[in-house]
């Protein structure tokens, strides 16, 4: 991969930022090009920042229409470990609350009705062993999914 060119207002400070993470192991490509996203947003709308603010931080961070959960936190985790480090060498930054944004939506499981179960259940005269009739209701269960 050849190496992203940083132009805007932080530009020394990502190009140090992602050269040390890179230095101490993390291989950083996927980040060093969310940094770069972030570098054309400073150049284009806070050309003459020298601070990391609430307002740029939140302004980067604010969910686009077209944007998954899971992408927001990746960039918000970026933007969080790029504010990190412009704190530990004296610059102002702001920096994300870790856990901000909400990774997903919790996942709720469906719990059956006995009514629902029953349904499940083979309608055999004799249903045979337990087994048998474990064996069906899972079979039963999977397919509905």
């Known amino acids: ?15 140090n930022h992602v050269e040390l993470k890179k230095a101490i192991g993390y291989k950083y490509d996927t980040d060093s090009r969310h940094l770069k996203r972030f570098d054309r947003f400073t150049m284009k709308k806070y050309q003459n920042a020298t601070e990391l603010s609430k307002e740029i931080v939140l302004n980067w961070c604010s969910k686009k229409p077209y944007e998954t959960q899971a992408n927001l936190c990746s960039r918000a985790s970026v933007i969080r470990q790029f504010g990190k480090y412009l704190d530990s060498i004296g610059v102002k930054a702001y ?33 045979g062993t337990v087994t048998n009739v474990l064996t069906d209701t899972l079979l039963c269960l999977i397919s509905f999914e």
């Open 95 to 127: 920096i994300i609350p870790k856990g901000y944004f909400p990774t997903e939506d919790q996942y709720v499981p469906y719990i059956y009705t006995i009514d629902e179960l029953k349904a499940f259940l083979p309608k055999r005269k004799n249903a």
């Open 1 to 15: 991969m050849s190496e992203i060119l940083y132009e805007g207002p932080f530009k020394n400070h990502i190009q």
